[in-house]
């Protein structure tokens, strides 16, 4: 089942082209990479979708509804939702606190600013930490949990949207390969339990490798190959733009 439906997507910054006629779907339970080289477009792919940036041209079909230019909430609303920076204001709360107010947002729930939260979703955001590995560091400040730990609880924040579609934008950056492998099992798993479609962009192609049921690849704001794994990693055309000339290398981009 079609989740996601891109069509047409063009955005230009000043003359640059940073993506044109973009289209491409994702399904229910699916994991799909976009990948390319630094300056492909592929966070502006993502902040279109997302509602971060209004497309010139397209459409962004939701189950069939075109949400492309509406705000980055109504599209949450509608069910796209994101992994994000956990906000320097949020660094001095528990790992727990950050999580019910993610629940209590999504449950439309106004919260004065350092109202206590006691028991509000505390059972649900419990769950959430069990679901990504973090549940023994509920009570934990973020600030002081380790990388790897911030990049699980950001998914857990974007999972308390209960979102249908999750964008993902680098969510391994800056982790260790074992731990990267680690998250993106999680995200994968995830997934296929919840029936998500996962769109993620991740410039270890390795990881992406293994984990992607199929890959798009972008260059100069086009998507120039997809397909499976397989398939992408042996064109040549990708190989050249993106994968360096000896197979398997992994791309230059940071
Ligand atoms: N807000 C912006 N203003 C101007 N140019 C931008 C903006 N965002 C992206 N670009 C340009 O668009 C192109 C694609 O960028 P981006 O989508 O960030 O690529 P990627 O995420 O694949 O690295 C680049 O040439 C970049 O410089
Ligand atoms: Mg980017």
Redesign the pocket.
Known sequence: MTVLAVEGLSKS??G?R??QNVGFTVNAGELVALI??????????FNMVGGQLKPDSGRILLDGNDIAGLSPRLILRRGVGRTFQIAQSFLSMTVIENVQLAIAARERETMRMGAPLRGLHADEAQTLLDKVGVADQAETLVAHLAYADIKRVEFALALAARPRMLLM?EPTAGMAPAERKSLMTLVATTAKTNGAAVLF?EHDVASVFAHADRVLV?AR?EIIARGAPDEVRADPLVREVYLGRSAGTPGGQR
């Open positions: 910054f000043d640059v940073a993506a390319g080289p630094n300056g492909a477009g592929k966070s502006t792919t934008d962009t972008m704001g």
